[in-house]
């Protein structure tokens, strides 16, 4: 396998604007995950998909933020009018529930967002 | 509710020495438990993990974890550190019944050589 790949690896852009970032998983893990990770802080748990449904969100997620997993392989996350305070780094991972229980989860290298 | 604490923001050690890395938890019925270890600029990777049974857990490049659940705690630990160990360390805990991880603000590791 080759790994969870995420798309671009860093992304500058100006308050205001939309941005999207793209996940490749593990081929046929079928649970993707998406974290944020501010410095000094560990990943934050945003949102989480089985196959192409999006089980759960954190109440981190505000409205401007969607992710979608339309056929249950790549999946993308989209910022809406990107704020200062969305700085951060992006990271996606990605499972398998057929591993059994406590499937181990396998990060990607992340995208890097700075907000101007 | 779940959550991780990681007592030390940084750990010093020399080339050669046993190290350990604390991380102490809380979690509503039974815990998964992981340690995850992040390089400048990467993604995180997989050391080990815990779901049950043996209470030693030997993982990744030589790294192995004791579940205590007394204490609650699962501390990383590993007989002779090298100056390639270096990096940041994150425990993170999963409660049984959900996917997600919740995870500790991290611990720097740092050997010297």
């Known amino acids: 396998d080759t790994g969870v790949s995420q798309d671009p690896r860093h992304k500058i852009t100006k308050r205001g604007q939309n941005v999207t970032f793209r996940c490749d998983p593990i081929?046929?893990?079928?649970?993707l995950y998406w974290y944020r990770q501010t410095l000094g802080q560990g990943p934050e748990f945003l949102t989480y998909f089985q196959n192409e449904a999006q089980l759960e969100k954190s109440r981190l997620l505000s409205d401007r933020f969607s992710a979608e997993r339309p056929k249950g392989s790549f999946s993308t996350l989209e910022i809406q009018r990107t704020e200062q305070g969305d700085s951060a780094m992006y990271l996606c991972?990605?499972?398998?529930?057929?591993?059994?229980?406590?499937?181990?989860?396998?990060f990607g290298p992340g995208t890097r967002l700075t907000v101007l | 509710a779940q959550s991780v604490a990681q007592p030390e923001d940084q750990v010093n050690v020399a080339e050669g020495n046993p190290l350990t890395v604390k991380c102490t938890y809380s979690?509503?019925?039974?815990?998964?438990l992981f340690w995850y270890v992040q390089y400048p600029n990467r993604g995180l990777q997989f050391l080990l993990k815990y779901i049950t049974g043996d209470n030693l857990v030997k993982g990744s490049y030589g790294f192995e974890a004791e579940f205590n659940k007394s204490q609650t705690s699962f501390h990383l630990k590993k007989p002779s550190a090298l100056v390639s160990d270096s990096a940041l360390y994150f425990c993170a805990v999963r409660a049984s019944g959900y996917s997600t991880l919740t995870f500790g603000k991290g611990t720097m590791l740092l050997v010297s050589p």
């Open positions: 979690v509503s019925g039974n815990p998964y």
């Open positions: 991972a990605s499972s398998s529930s057929r591993t059994g229980i406590a499937d181990t989860q396998y």
């Open positions: 081929s046929e893990h079928n649970r």
